[in-house]
Each structure stands twice: as C-alpha cells, then as structure tokens.
C-alpha cells in the first residue's frame, strides 16, 4: 500500500512531464559546457551579452528571464552584475576556476568535498560571491554542469529545512562547507527516492519539493525577492528616461569592474558570509544602490545613483541611508556619501553643500561607430 508520501508524490507526477524537463537540463548542460570550456577555460573573448543567456538558464531573477518560455535552475535571486563578477573572476583568476574545473570534471563525493573547501579557501578574498555561506550561486553551477547528480535546491537553508522536515539525516554531521553541500545533496535524493519508493531525476526531486502541496510541509518562511523594475519600450524610446535605463546599467558596471575603476582605488566592497553584499544593499528602509567602505579606515560610503529623480529626492535619499548605517553599522566609523550622475546640476550642488562628507560624481558615456570592412 503507498505511503502518503508516494501518494502526494504521483498527484504530482501526474501533472509533471519529467521526461520533458529531463530533456531541457540535458540541452542546458550541454550548452553550458561549451560556454565554460570555449569562453572559461580556454580563455576566449566573454562579453556580457555572452554571459547573459548562460545566466537565464541558472537564475529565474535574470535579465530577460521569460517565465512562459525559459527554464531556469532556480530563483537564485543574485543581481545580474554579481553573476557577471561571478563570471570574469573565474575567467581571468586561474586559481578558482582550475578548482571549479577540476569540481565539473569529479564524481567521487570525497574528492569532491575536497576540492570545494579548497575553492571557498582560495575565493575567500575575491569579493564575488561565489562560495557565499548559502552557496547558491555554486549549487546552481554545480547543477546546471550536471543536473543528472544534483538537485536545483541551490539553497543550503533550504536544504537544512528539507532534511529536519522529512528527517532526511543529521545536520550536526557535516562538518564543514564541502560537506554542507554534498552530503546535503546526497541526503534528498536518496532520502526523498526512498520516501516515494523510485528513481527518478534530482530536477524532477527538486521541482516536487517545490510544488505548492509540499513546500508548504518543510518553507519555514516564504523569502520575498523583489522584482526589478520593469522599463516599457515606450519608457526606453523616452527622452526622460534615457539616463534611468542607463543608470540601471551602470550599477552592474561598476560592480563588476570596481577594481578598474576610479572608486575602487580608494573603497572596496562589501562581503558578508561570503556572499558580495554591496549591490542593492537591503536596510529595513530600502535598498542602497551600492554600499561599499574605505580600504584605510573601514569608513562606510553609501552610494545612491540619480535614477530619473529630481536631485531633491536623491539627495533625500542619500542622507537617509547615511543616517541608517551610521546607526545600525557604523558604529565609531564615519559615514560618507556619494550620487552618481549624468550630469551635476545647481541644486544638486547646493543641496550637498549643507551635508558633510558627501560628494558628486558624474559619469560619461563613450560611443562610437565604424564601418566594419
């Protein structure tokens, strides 16, 4: 006689083409090897618009994800720009990527084990998010290299939650970052296989524990991750909002290239638990578009970019943010503040003339075009 597991189990298989979806994360995959071995390890020219549709398949929160006709890993919920950062350190910095070379290309778990903890040592200093505590951004990869071993549950608290709820294992056994994500993998597919009593694929695992009549057995809490702004093409075509569409851009610019840039000379990033944490920073109030701190003294700098706001409201803005990290951060440091803009205007100007410590920045946009021969 099934079990109520097994019985919830085939309600959802039911409705689920596992075949189908099988199918997808095989083509995925495939595509992603290609674009890991010709643009990663062999070093070719990688663009952004390269790195993108990779992105899509990884992270329902992607830029021009389509929830009708795309399917993603999961929804990791990192920033387009992080995933680029992501990206480029593993293309230019050998030492991490040769690990995560060597992680794709290894079936054995000890083994495997191993060499995570030698990537989160080695990326320790790498302000890029990849190994961050909850290793979503490297299940999601680990997933995406080989759906056929791991399931798309990217998220170590989540998987926590699955294993206490169903009492797949002993969380207190994993001893260290290695052992959180495989032994944890290891643990809901075996356990959930043994639970509705056959084999089937970690997607197809995966999506079942998300489905509304489970999820609702193991979700402690329900995590809200807010959309992007959505821009109309009536919106982009719009004098007005030309320099907010940029803006938007320019935030993963900088993030991205912050070494290379003119603030990164002077103010670094900022990581918590290892996950870069500077983009779209969240406070109880809002989000910051950038908060970042001074390499000499450890001084914290919000940095708000004038997205299609009268500079009244910018400067508002800034200076609330300002106030919370002085009082929920900063302690003894001193808060600085800088607007990014398209251009710097009198009131801007005038504004920040009463307020310390604050600066304006502008920024300028190179465009060209050739005749290609």
Do not use: C
Not at 134 to 159: C, D, E, M, Q, W
Not at 229 to 244: A, C, G, K, P, Q
Request: glycine letters at 4%.
């Amino acid at each position: 006689m099934a079990n109520k597991f097994e019985l919830l189990f085939k309600e959802f298989i039911d409705s689920y083409d596992s075949e189908k979806y099988d199918l997808i994360w095989a083509q995925h995959s495939l595509k992603f090897k290609s674009f890991w071995n010709e643009k990663i390890v062999q070093g070719k020219e990688l663009s952004e618009a390269e790195i993108d549709p990779i992105v899509r398949m990884i992270d329902i929160k992607a830029k021009g994800f389509n929830k009708k006709t795309d399917e993603a890993a999961a929804l990791v919920g990192l920033r387009q720009g992080v995933w680029y950062r992501i990206f480029k350190d593993l293309k230019i910095k050998t030492n991490i990527r040769d690990i995560l070379n060597q992680i794709f290309n290894t079936d054995q778990d000890q083994k495997l084990i191993d060499l995570i903890n030698s990537l989160a040592k080695e990326n320790q200093t790498y302000k890029n998010g990849l190994t961050g505590a909850n290793a979503t951004a490297l299940n999601a990869l680990l997933f995406i290299n080989n759906p056929g071993k791991y399931i798309s549950s990217v998220s170590l608290r989540h998987r926590i939650q699955i294993i206490n709820s169903f009492n797949l294992g002993s969380i207190e056994a994993y001893k260290d970052y290695g052992e959180k994500i495989i032994i944890s993998n290891n643990a809901i597919v075996n356990g959930i296989s043994n639970l509705i009593n056959q084999q089937v694929s970690p997607r197809t695992i995966s999506n079942f524990l998300y489905s509304d009549q489970i999820k609702s057995k193991w979700k402690k809490e329900l995590e809200q991750v807010d959309e992007d702004e959505d821009i109309t093409d009536e919106e982009r075509l719009s004098e007005e909002n030309y320099h907010f569409v940029i803006e938007k851009h320019l935030e993963d610019f900088l993030v991205v290239n912050w070494e290379s840039t003119v603030l990164g000379q002077k103010y670094e990033l900022i990581q918590e638990d290892g996950e870069l944490r500077s983009q779209q920073y969240k406070t109880d109030i809002g989000k910051i578009d950038l908060l970042v701190q001074e390499k000499k003294t450890g001084n914290y700098v919000v940095i708000e970019l004038k997205k299609g706001q009268t500079s009244d409201d910018t400067v508002g803005q800034l200076t609330r943010y300002m106030g919370w990290v002085k009082e929920k951060l900063a302690q003894n440091a001193l808060v600085k503040g800088i607007i990014i803009a398209a251009s710097s205007d009198d009131r801007l100007r005038f504004s920040l003339k009463m307020v310390p410590n604050t600066e304006i920045y502008t920024y300028k946009l190179n465009f060209s075009l050739e005749k290609s021969d």
